[in-house]
């Protein structure tokens, strides 16, 4: 599990085929204490991988076919950036809101635009996911925690505050850029609990279900 906060900003420095999938290595602290060791679960741009080798100053994950599908890992290049997650332990704060690293879809980025200080990121939204996103709720993009601040037809809108910003990939990001999607997990169980009907999700229903 992880929090959607970032804590590190990698460079892929290579990408090999592998039987469908695909090798990746990028750039990562390897130092110190709690350093990453093989077999450790990483977020990678929200995907989590398992590290199944550790360098110097990097690591190497290997990417499942149906992860390439998924995702947007399938369309990097060497020395794109990409925001890294290790996953919580025990005693860890958990902060931001549970995520699970399992990605729903790829969004495409809209529009970026200044409101003061702030960022206004305006988002695709799949018909098939509409009904989890809703108006304050939580949602990962590229692995990021961030909340939903508004609706609009398709599509939905995020405010970015200067620091996350500045840490993360978002700075690089542009209209056209294709970003992984994670909905929150507790609209996917606040669904079951009503019984799948899959209707769009609001603050009442939350309530009503004790989730507020």
């Known amino acids: 599990m992880f929090t959607g906060l970032i804590r590190e900003l990698g460079k892929v420095v290579s990408l090999a085929p592998m039987a469908g999938g695909m090798r990746l290595e990028v750039t990562m602290e390897t130092k110190g204490e709690g350093s990453p060791v093989v077999g450790d679960s990483v977020a990678v741009n929200g995907a989590c991988l398992t590290i199944v080798e550790v360098g110097s100053g990097r690591v190497v994950m290997e990417v499942s076919p149906e992860t390439l599908t998924r995702t947007n890992l399938g369309t990097l290049k060497p020395g794109d950036v990409v925001n890294l997650e290790r996953a919580l332990r025990v005693g860890d704060a958990l902060d931001g809101h549970l995520v699970l690293g399992h990605v729903d879809d790829t969004v495409s980025l809209l529009e970026v635009r200044r409101e003061g ?7 695709s ?3 098939h996911l509409a009904r989890y996103v809703a108006e304050k709720g939580s949602v990962a993009l590229d692995g990021i925690s961030l909340t939903v601040r508004g609706l609009a037809g398709d599509s939905f809108t995020v405010a970015v505050i200067p620091h ?3 840490n993360t990939n978002l700075q690089f990001r542009r209209p056209g850029d294709k970003l992984n999607l994670e909905v929150d997990v507790v609209a996917r169980y606040v669904e079951r609990l009503m019984g799948g009907g899959g209707g769009a999700l609001s603050e009442d229903i939350l309530k009503r279900t004790g989730f507020l």
């Not at 200080?117 to 988002?123: A, C, I, T």
């Open 117 to 123: 200080e702030f960022y206004l990121f305006r988002f």
């Open 125 to 127: 939204l799949p018909p």
């Open 164 to 166: 996350t910003y500045r």
